[in-house]
């Protein structure tokens, strides 16, 4: 019984998660030129925190908010999802609504990772790639960066975007820092776990892990 009323519940969570999101989605620009799309959502998130930099040493979870905000309606947390799953089961088999409940979770958990990457922004410069012409039927393609820290080595992040089914705007799906994706390594992390528990199991982790408070990851021992 409690387990089934713990499902019903994460259900639940995932369902006004999407519904938020829907509702966040028509309030939003939609852009046809991912470059475009990457300058503005670049310029209006690192701005916003630059802004908020004196709010956000007191209380962290602001960064959680502003990424909610700013980052979150241009993800397409639906595919970044479904790749980290990856074969771990097979999708057709997976109940809709077990589906969303860890499309749900795994938003809520990377709007925590994100967060805590954004603690150590201090106003840095950021350069997008230019623009590029862009084939009418490519449907993935990779958006480069470059984090500008003067007496510190550049950091270079790739953004991977697609372009919506059946429309024409883009989405971001993954992030590469450094030459290490984002979503390989989840899908590395989780992929074991969601064949042995099952994709609801999961997702009440994932849930549990973006309650904690925000903070900078933790740098390995030997950097």
Do not use: C, H
């Not at 701005?47 to 397409?76: F, G, S, W």
């Not at 595919?79 to 809520?108: R, S």
């Not at 410069?125 to 007496?151: L, N, S």
């Amino acid at each position: 019984m409690m387990k089934a009323l713990f499902k019903v519940l994460l259900a639940a969570t995932a369902l006004l998660a999407f519904s938020q999101a829907q509702a966040a989605d028509a309030a939003v620009p939609k852009y046809d030129d991912p470059y475009k799309m990457m300058e503005v959502l670049a310029d209006k998130t690192f701005q916003r925190i630059a802004r908020q930099q004196a709010d956000i040493k007191k209380d962290p979870e602001i960064l959680r908010t502003i990424v909610t905000e700013e980052l979150v309606p241009y993800i397409d947390s639906r595919y970044a999802a479904g790749y980290v799953i990856g074969n771990a089961v097979k999708l057709n088999t997976v109940p809709k609504e077990d589906f969303n409940t860890f499309v749900g979770a795994f938003q809520n958990y990377m709007v925590g990772t994100y967060a805590g990457v954004f603690t150590q922004y201090r106003d840095q410069q950021v350069m997008i790639e230019p623009g590029q012409p862009i084939e009418a039927q490519k449907k993935i393609i990779t958006i480069k960066t470059r984090v500008i820290d003067p007496g510190k080595p550049d950091i270079k992040i790739e953004f991977k975007l697609r372009r919506v089914k059946g429309a024409s705007n883009w989405l971001v799906f993954d992030m590469v820092a450094e030459g290490i994706s984002l979503l390989d390594s989840k899908r590395s992390e989780l992929g074991s776990l969601i064949r042995q528990q099952g994709l609801v199991s999961v997702a009440a982790q994932l849930e549990e892990k973006a309650k904690a408070p925000i903070k900078a990851p933790e740098k390995a021992k030997n950097a």
